[in-house]
């Protein structure tokens, strides 16, 4: 059967499973375009900026555990998926990014919107390719895919010159991809596993650090089995969130920059380690001379290249977190581990992380509480980067696997917006929840008409504080209050959504908060609402840049209990 080089492309998008493309079009992918109406069971999404496409199928990906597709002009429309496939990148999700490029006669002259994405997109993507030769070009799409969802997941990018998408030739999908050199591990080395059991089961300050990996692999109930038999904390990364119940009694919250107090001290006192599918990020460990001092530690990653990067390793395991926990599970012994998990809750006791102090101002965390208790903990949660992001991670608490959805590597604003897309055209009966920060959301806001078109129902919310409000802490502590480039005015968010046609409230009053949120939840589509909060609060607790975990420096105001009751017994 001969088809053209468009043809196979499509075809071998429904065989991978493809449902959606998140694209926007131009001259050299025009061939493409052109074709894909043929396919109606690839939808279409048209986003209003390639960032968005890549963010979008980025937030697919990470929700539904598929691959997620944008699709890109040459050139600017090219070059505009950058930041997004980056994004991927670094927090390892699988996406295929698919540009058009101009016709092979015409690449190397500088031909009009000609630019050498492969090149640009090398040290962001696991693996790219220029599609030159249509004869092959259905092994390298099936490639390309293969390379993106196995062993560590990352984005990929196919370049298609105009005339390979207009060439006809023999189609034939190739019944397997077979790549010498990528042969991605799943099963630990059964040595290293036994010499993790016995570092566990003679253990008696275990520390679990859960990462991003659980969440990919699907490890929860290995996860949970491992914590539960042998009663170890679990502390999770902030990609990690979501890994394990955060009201279960054995989760102790995040660790990190602005992670909970107790869940730094105890990886400071822990003699045992146990790293799962997280790579040691500066963030995560504070000074890397002094984490974990005491401890043994144990990791366990798909990716070879992450053992040994940042700390020191003392038992490797390369493997998938599912297939070596499930393994590990079965050596490992019932422990109680009173004392340990007492002195937790001890530190618990002494730096609290859910209070919420009383303010006349709203205050941002208590948006997020709201937000977590009119949803019921049941809303998956898009972030943009900042203050927003890190009270989204601390005060929704995350019970249900893979509900919080951010940009941790790159830490990319704007990536909100067009995630909460995403999100919610890969899980369509799920409540999305875009928890925004001013400055961040003014970086894709143009999503909004994508949003309207495609009536895809997504809850926003920003937290407008007038400024870009984790540079303004950073300026306030290190920069004696110079408060420079950081405060930010908006456009009025509320007629800006009208405009689009998404409706929205501003809010100024605690009291308005709940309602105001109800009121969100209530109304079939999307909804936005503006709320305008305490300009000058900051995120505690606080590791500072340079600083050991357990060097954290907390909310100097009197705290006081707010909503007490409805705090969880034991959580973050
Ligand atoms: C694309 C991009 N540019 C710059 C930064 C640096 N940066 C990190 S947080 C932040 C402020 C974010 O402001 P806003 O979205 O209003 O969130 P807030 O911290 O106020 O909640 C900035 C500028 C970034 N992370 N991403
Ligand atoms: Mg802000």
Redesign the pocket.
Known sequence: MKLTGSQIVCECLVKEGVEVIFGFPGGQILPFYDTLPQYPQLRHILVRHEQAAAHAADAYARVTGKVGVCLATSGPGATNLV?GIATAYLDSVPVIAITGQVGRSFIGKDAFQEIDITGITLPITKHNYLAMDTSTLAQTVREAFFVARTGRPGPALLDLPRDVQIEQTDFHYPAKVDLSGYKPVLEGHPAQIKRAARLINEAKRPVIISGRGVNISGAYDELKKLAETAQIPVITTLLGISTFPESHVLSYGMLGMHGTGYANMAVNESDLVIAIGMRFDDRATGKVSAFAPKASIIHIDIDAAEIGKNVRVDVPIVGDAKVVLDVLNRQIAAAKRTEWLHQLDTWRKEHPATVIRDCAEIL?QYVVRKIYDITRGDAIITT????????AAQHYWYDKPNRFIS?GG?????YGLPAAMGAKVGRPDETVWCI????????NIQELATIVQEKLAVKIAI???????????WQQLFYAKRYFA?P?TGPDFVKIGEAYGVPGIRVMQMSEVGPAIEQAMAYDGPFLIDFIVEPEEN?YPMVVPGAALAEFLEEPKKQTLKDSAKLPVSGI
């Open positions: 930041t941002p943009g980067v900042g203050q927003n992001q890190m009270w940009s790159l830490g990319t604003m704007g925004d920060g001013d400055g961040s959301f003014q970086m937290l407008n504080n007038g400024y870009l409000g984790m540079v303004r802490q950081t930010l995120v």
